[in-house]
């Protein structure tokens, strides 16, 4: 409620994470001030951070869910030292990391699925789509 009233007509964008806080002192600005017509953007990287942290309570189920499953000279051999590769995008590893994912990925196909998905979305966010090429990409994946 700060800003000068000078200035709400320059008020064209508000970026933010999605704090509530923020969210709802955006929502009580334009309230406040119905002539200040903007809109309000969450930025990349707190969405980004948000879907690579649901990804990571998911990776950590599944390798534990392996731990009690598999024997322990599989799991050794299958999961350990995955940690880091798991966080890379998948263009960024070397052939070894790509095998070494295939791998695991057969004992957990959720968590393969969930990386994939994970990786769609992140190509999404490279890409310079408008709103609604954004959505469409969203829905229907990839042009094929």
């Known amino acids: 409620m700060t800003i000068p009233r000078r200035l709400h007509a320059t008020i064209h964008t508000f970026c933010t994470d999605m704090w509530d806080g923020y969210l709802g002192a955006i929502a009580d600005f334009l309230t406040a001030h119905p002539q200040v017509e903007a809109k309000v953007v969450i930025d990349r990287f707190h969405v980004a951070r948000s879907y690579r942290d649901d990804f990571d309570t998911l990776r950590m189920q599944e390798l534990r869910r392996l731990r009690r499953e598999l024997p322990e000279a599989t799991y050794q ?9 798991l966080r890379h995008n998948y263009d960024n590893l070397d052939e070894d990391d790509k095998v070494r994912l295939r791998r695991l990925f057969h004992y957990t196909p959720r968590l393969h699925q969930a990386y994939t998905l994970r990786e769609e979305l992140t190509a999404i ?7 609604t090429q954004g959505r469409q990409r969203l829905q229907n994946g990839p042009p094929k």
């Open 125 to 131: 966010f490279n890409l310079d789509l408008s709103l």
């Open 77 to 85: 051999e299958v999961c350990h030292g995955l940690h880091w590769v």
